[in-house]
Each structure stands twice: as structure tokens, then as C-alpha cells.
């Protein structure tokens, strides 16, 4: 069994307000006293709608940092990283995204939810349709069994399950594909060499006629 692990992200989209600090940095300075804990900022999740304007999100990671710093998050104590630093975030979400059915996504109430809410922005992209696959990456990386989210997000949660139990599923079975290909690779190896073995070609002498002489001469 892993170690209990927190893993919790925050997305850079402009400055920080109290509504931050009371929704989730107040819990995360108690958790980090408690467990292993990674807070990171999420800007890749940002780009999901803000895609417009990339470097308000490239500003906006450090001054949040500052922020985190100054409410109490102690890098001593928890894992503070950019979440774009770690190219194996993408790696993932692009593998589970081959294996996540699309209905899973547009039936997830947030993905309409958040559409309605931000009516001033295009939210018509894969981006923010594959949000959930993205967290979904996030989380199962580092194996963290503790993830805080607010109830809009609970059935991001259900679906990092159901996507890491289709990823365990479709491994098993490329593992046991490859498994019966070595084993008849080493039976076709057996049989050929058992048929050389066995095969014991008789010698032939090739009839070899002597040249006739011509007639002496008179």
C-alpha cells in the first residue's frame, strides 16, 4: 500500500482573492502539517478557458506562489510545483484521453455548468470537454489518495476511477496479448528446431561418366 498522499491545484487566472484562502488554502495549511502534500498551480487547466490571453496565466503563477507563501503554505513542509514544469501531466492526459468515451465527459453536470456560467467565453474546445481527464492525470501520476475538492468537482473524482480501472483493464489485456505472443513465438522457434533436427538428408553420389576416347587413328 502507498502512503496517504494530498495532492491539491489552484489555477492562475488573475489574482487571488479571499474566497481562495477560505475554500482552500485554509485547509491546505492544515493538511500539510499531516501529510505528504503537492499544491500546484494549474496552468494548463487554465488555458482550458483561458486560452485568449496565455500570459495572464504565465504572471498570474508566480504571484499566486506569493500569496500561497504569505497565508502560511510552507515549502518545508509541501511540495509546491508548475504544473506545465512536469511534462508527464500531458503524457497522461493524452493516453487516458484515448481511452475515455466521450458520453463520460458531456455527462459530467460541471462541463454544463461552468458553459452556462461563462457565457462570455467559447468553451466549445476538447480542452475544456477533457478538464475532467486532465485532473485525472493529475491525480493518479503521484497516486494520491486525499484530493480536496469542492462538490462542483466530486464527479471529477468518480471519473479519475472509472478511468483508472479502464487503464488497469486495457493493460492487463495488452500484457496477456503480449504474453501469448511470446509463448507461440517460442513454440513456432521449437518446431522449426525439432524439424531441422529430424531432417537428415541422405548423400547421393552423382553418376559421373568417363569420357569417351575418340578412335585411334589408322
Not at 78 to 101: C, D, K
Amino acid at each position: 500500500m502507498f502512503a496517504d498522499r494530498v495532492l491539491s491545484g489552484m489555477r492562475p487566472t488573475g489574482r487571488m482573492h479571499i474566497g481562495h484562502y477560505h475554500g482552500a488554502l485554509k485547509n491546505w495549511i492544515k493538511l500539510q502539517e499531516e501529510y505528504d502534500c503537492l499544491f500546484f498551480a494549474a496552468d494548463w487547466h487554465a488555458l482550458t478557458t483561458h486560452y485568449e490571453t496565455p500570459e495572464t496565466i504565465a504572471d498570474s503563477v508566480w504571484d499566486m506562489f506569493i500569496d500561497w507563501l504569505a497565508a502560511g503554505i510552507d515549502p518545508t513542509r509541501a511540495t509546491i510545483f508548475i504544473q506545465s514544469r512536469i511534462p508527464e501531466h500531458a503524457e497522461l492526459t493524452l493516453l487516458l484521453g484515448m481511452i475515455s468515451p466521450i458520453g463520460w465527459l458531456e455527462r459530467v453536470p460541471s462541463y454544463k455548468e461552468q458553459q452556462q456560467k461563462l457565457v462570455d467565453r467559447d468553451l466549445s474546445n476538447y480542452g475544456f470537454l477533457g478538464y475532467p481527464v486532465m485532473q485525472s492525470a493529475d491525480i493518479l501520476i503521484y497516486r494520491a489518495n486525499m484530493v480536496p475538492v469542492g462538490e462542483d468537482q466530486v464527479s471529477h473524482i468518480e471519473l479519475t476511477r472509472e478511468l483508472a480501472r479502464r487503464l488497469i483493464t486495457s493493460t492487463d489485456a495488452s500484457r496477456a496479448s503480449r504474453r501469448k505472443r511470446r509463448r507461440r513465438s517460442k513454440s513456432l522457434a521449437a518446431r522449426r528446431r525439432n524439424a531441422i533436427s529430424n531432417f537428415a538428408p541422405h548423400s547421393r553420389r552423382r553418376a559421373t561418366r568417363k569420357p569417351s576416347m575418340p578412335p585411334a587413328p589408322y
